[in-house]
């Protein structure tokens, strides 16, 4: 499956009409481009499709990338737009035990994922 690049902030595989999308986000989630992924993000969940964010491909991530990660994972209950998130990322990780949010976001298991 490959990855199509969007406008740079999240990259999106399948394609974009694909019923289950999953949106790979950019390896460095930080403020100098937090505006352009959540620019992207609401461009993806306007479409009101399950969404799975994975966040494996995040390298580097500050406190505005875990406040959009953490805004994210409130949409569903909000707009009822379903949103997943799958994958490892030590940066991610690292980033919420720093700020005391270990468990802020529910990963799905290897066998839950689309």
């Excluded at 875990?66 to 940066?91: D, H, I, T, W």
Aim: charged content about 20%; overall charge negative.
């Amino acid at each position: 499956m490959s990855k199509k690049q969007t406008s740079g902030a999240v990259a999106e595989a399948p394609k974009v009409d694909s019923i289950d999308p999953v949106l790979y986000l950019e390896p460095n989630l930080e403020i100098q481009n937090i505006e352009e992924v959540r620019r992207d993000l609401v461009e993806v969940l306007a479409r009101a499709l399950p969404v799975t964010v994975d966040v494996s491909t995040i390298a580097s991530i500050d406190t505005a990338g875990v406040q959009l990660l953490l805004a994210l994972n409130k949409v569903e209950p909000q707009y009822g737009v379903s949103v997943e998130f799958r994958g490892e990322s030590a940066a991610l990780s690292n980033a919420l035990a720093a700020l005391g949010l270990q468990g802020a976001i529910t990963m799905a298991s290897s066998h839950d994922a689309r």
